[in-house]
């Protein structure tokens, strides 16, 4: 069984900072992609950022260019950096991995989810 341990959420004032981690208990070499989806109250799960194996990254429009995705291969980790955060990027957030489990096939997984609350 794979498993995703979040940390790093937390209260923030608007404009500030925070840095998201997320390990998992497998081989990052295993892993075909990992990411951090959120959830606010009321609303679906969205996407906020993704990176595959070849360090490819994808982030939703709302966050480009204050949001960072990174992976460490060694730790099996992966790492959302957030600055200029705003209201609106209050939520849950949570880990998220596709693992390669060869010959059974590819699966997903999801952390248990972190708070992310942005306010004054």
């Known amino acids: 069984q794979v498993q995703l341990v979040e940390s790093g959420g937390g209260l923030v004032q608007p404009g500030g900072s925070l840095r998201l981690s997320c390990a998992a208990s497998?081989?990052?070499?295993?892993?075909?992609?990992m990411g951090w989806y959120r959830q606010a109250p009321g609303n679906k799960r969205e996407l906020v950022a993704t990176?595959?194996?070849?360090?490819?990254?994808n982030y939703v429009d709302s966050v480009k260019g204050r949001f960072t995705i990174s992976g460490d291969k060694a730790k099996n980790t992966v790492t959302l950096q957030m600055n200029s955060l705003k209201p609106e990027d209050t939520a849950v957030y949570y880990c998220?991995?596709?693992?390669?489990?060869?010959?059974?096939?590819?699966?997903?997984?999801w952390g248990q989810g972190t708070q992310v609350t942005v306010s004054s």
């Open positions: 990176i595959t194996s070849d360090g490819i990254t």
């Open positions: 497998v081989s990052r070499s295993r892993i075909n992609d």
């Open positions: 998220n991995a596709h693992v390669n489990r060869w010959p059974a096939g590819t699966f997903e997984y």
